[in-house]
């Protein structure tokens, strides 16, 4: 397995990279690979105040639905559009589509997250 090490990995499938101010957050390859191919992504609601582990949105397949957790605390920013048309955009490159984008109340707190070596020992 090939993680991107620009990136940090929450042992729930989700990864962040911060970009500036915010951070983007999307599911890893191997969360999708587990879901199959994905129907839905969503019940994003930007504006939402979360906690680290809350639950920010859901991806559902064909075959199962998942809770998409906040990786910080922050505000929720943004949701992907385009993922309301093209939910399987994450199928064909998890790492480079992301779902939502959250503004941390402490970007240092990525630093708690696991890396790539990290994350790959968990599975």
């Known amino acids: 397995m090939s993680l991107p090490t ?3 990995y929450v042992a729930s499938h989700e990864w962040a990279r ?5 951070v983007v957050v999307g599911i890893t390859d191997n969360a999708q690979e587990q879901l199959g191919d994905l129907v839905y992504v969503g019940d994003v609601n930007v504006g939402a105040e979360l906690q680290a582990g809350e639950v920010a949105g859901v ?8 809770d998409i957790y906040a990786p910080v605390a922050g505000e929720v920013v943004e949701f992907n559009e385009a993922l309301n048309d093209e939910p399987n955009l994450i199928n064909d490159a998890p790492y480079d589509t992301w779902i939502f984008k959250i503004k941390p109340v402490n970007p240092a707190d990525l630093d708690d ?11």
Do not use: N, T
Request: net charge negative.
């Open 18 to 22: 911060l970009d500036g101010d915010l």
């Open 59 to 66: 991806v559902e397949s064909v075959k199962a639905a998942s």
């Open 113 to 123: 997250l696991l890396d790539a070596a990290g994350y790959e020992a968990s599975l």
């Open 6 to 8: 620009d990136r940090k």
